[in-house]
T-cell receptor, first 113, second 110 residues
């Protein structure tokens, strides 16, 4: 595709449920990033993939959050036992390589009731 | 944690005027990028300036970087109503992620 796509665009879930958020990066981009953005704030880094491996997951807030990128393209961010505080827009970005311009998807707005 | 801090937090101007937003950061950087965001969704990349550059232009945008002061500015000339958005600076400080500020909310009144 022409740009980074994310699905779903909106997700409403109940506290305690499991959710998966998907990111399709730009074809050929080896680097993939997940960010979380709360209302009125800038994006906060969660995790960075170089190829299939998570090169840096230092931004994941706790062990309820996990992400995979098994074939080095599509990535899935997984959140277990969701809490109301997880409500935010989850943004995915990809780039040709580290230190290059990051191109963002439209985000998934997660609401935990 | 966030590194960049944009100033002002909010800016309201009339169409046709210039808008200047500033960004300050704390650590040495490899590059600094400016992004625009409409309605809290996808960020649009505007411009990247590397640490050895002092100024870059792109259309109506002008970005400066002063590494000695650890600051950058974004100037939008001849603003339009469509420029209304939030603007973020993001720094690449050698770690694996970019650090974003809280953004400047720009309103351009027609």
């Amino acid at each position: 595709g022409a740009g980074v796509s994310q699905t779903p665009s909106n997700k409403v879930t109940e506290k305690g449920k499991y959710v998966e958020l998907r990111c399709d990066p730009i074809s050929g981009h080896t680097a993939l990033y997940w960010y979380r953005q709360s209302l009125g704030q800038g994006p906060e880094f969660l995790i960075y993939f170089q190829g299939t491996g998570a090169a840096d997951d230092s931004g994941l807030p706790n062990d309820r959050f996990f992400a995979v990128r098994p074939e080095g393209s599509v990535s899935t961010l997984k959140i277990q036992r969701t809490e109301r505080g997880d409500s935010a827009v989850y943004l995915c970005a990809s780039s040709l390589g580290q230190r290059e311009t990051q191109y963002f998807g439209p985000g998934t707005r997660l609401l935990v009731l | 944690s966030q590194q960049g801090e944009e100033d002002p937090q909010a800016l309201s101007i009339q169409e046709g005027e210039n808008a200047t937003m500033n960004c300050s950061y704390k650590t040495s950087i490899n590059n600094l990028q400016w992004y625009r965001q409409n309605s809290g969704r996808g960020l649009v990349h505007l411009i990247l300036i590397r640490s050895n550059e002092r100024e870059k232009h792109s259309g109506r945008l002008r970005v400066t970087l002063d590494t000695s002061k650890k600051s950058s500015s974004l100037l939008i000339t001849a603003s339009r109503a469509a420029d209304t958005a939030s603007y973020f600076c993001a720094t690449d400080a050698g770690s694996n992620d970019m650090r974003f500020g809280a953004g400047t909310r720009l309103t351009v009144k027609p």
